[in-house]
């Protein structure tokens, strides 16, 4: 009874999800020796969900009608690339993240996200991030 318990434990503690720190960047961390299984419930290896920053501030600031119509031009660009976005901001400021939808993000997404926010008039800076893992790709 022992052993099956020492081996329920160690099995167990094998699920824990790794700490971000320490799975920053799970693209060049070995999991062939985990089960293509684990690392699908964990979203590891072929299974890594990615994503990408982009941040925009805008002089002047937009007005909330102009912030409206941003906003719905952005859903209409990134539902017409297949994938999904979450933020907002206020008129100095928008935020969005773009991450897996249909498919995944690639250089080519940020790329052309970027230049979009680009030929916006009144765009001040516009700052777009690496492709990160989206699970396991943040700071604490």
């Known amino acids: 009874m022992g052993h099956l ?6 099995a167990a503690a094998g699920l824990t999800p790794p700490l971000s720190d320490a799975a920053a ?3 060049t961390r070995c999991h062939s020796t985990m089960k293509r299984r684990l690392r699908k419930k964990r ?3 072929e299974f890594t969900d990615w994503c990408f920053e982009l941040d925009a501030t805008f002089d002047p600031p937009l007005t909330e009608r102009q912030l ?3 906003c719905e031009q952005l859903i209409d660009a990134v539902e017409t690339a297949g994938l999904q976005f979450g ?8 935020s969005v993240i773009v991450q897996f ?3 995944q993000p690639n250089e080519d997404d940020r790329r052309q996200f970027e230049a ?7 765009l001040a800076s516009c700052r777009t991030g690496p492709l990160r893992d ?3 790709g943040w700071s604490s």
């Open 134 to 136: 989206a699970n396991y």
């Open 87 to 94: 933020g907002g901001g206020d008129g100095g400021s928008y």
């Open 116 to 122: 979009w926010f680009r030929r916006l008039p009144q």
């Open 25 to 27: 960047d799970s693209s």
């Open 43 to 45: 979203r590891l290896g």
């Open 5 to 10: 318990l020492k081996t329920i434990h160690s």
């Open 101 to 103: 939808g249909d498919r």
């Open 68 to 70: 409206d119509v941003l």
